[in-house]
């Protein structure tokens, strides 16, 4: 059985940063790709950042293009994503995502049906 915690989420100010966690806890490969995704109240999910098994290769949303950075542990089992220069409209859950699956890094990375496992979603709040 694979878990996914998030950490790290919370309340900031426009303008500041935070960085979120997620551990990948239980037996799997560590040739996954990792996505984390976000979803407003009333917004369909959306795609934020997405890291394949070597780390080498990242991809971004247009949005958080610049201004967050999504980067992975295999020896720990942890994937990080940092973002700076919050606005109020990054107010949103976030949720870690894992694919099971060794594929192309490009393929449906930034599409929620890639990933199978997800995580319960931690709330990230920016106040104006």
């Known amino acids: 059985q694979v878990q996914l915690v998030e950490s790290g989420g919370g309340l900031v100010q426009a303008g500041e940063s935070l960085r979120l966690s997620c551990a990948v806890v239980?037996?799997?490969?560590?040739?996954?790709?990792v996505g984390w995704f976000r979803q407003a109240p009333g917004k369909e999910r959306e795609f934020v950042a997405g890291?394949?098994?070597?780390?080498?290769?990242?991809k971004y949303s247009d949005d958080m293009k610049g201004r967050c950075t999504i980067s992975r542990d295999n020896a720990k089992n942890t994937v990080s994503l940092q973002m700076n220069s919050l606005k109020p409209d990054d107010t949103a859950e976030y949720y870690c995502?894992?694919?099971?699956?060794?594929?192309?890094?490009?393929?449906?990375?930034?599409?929620?049906?890639?990933?199978?496992?997800w995580g319960q979603g931690i709330q990230v709040t920016v106040s104006s």
């Open positions: 890291i394949g098994w070597s780390a080498v290769i990242q």
């Open positions: 995502a894992v694919d099971r699956i060794h594929r192309p890094f490009t393929v449906g990375v930034g599409s929620a049906w890639r990933y199978f496992y």
């Open positions: 239980g037996h799997i490969n560590n040739d996954y790709a």
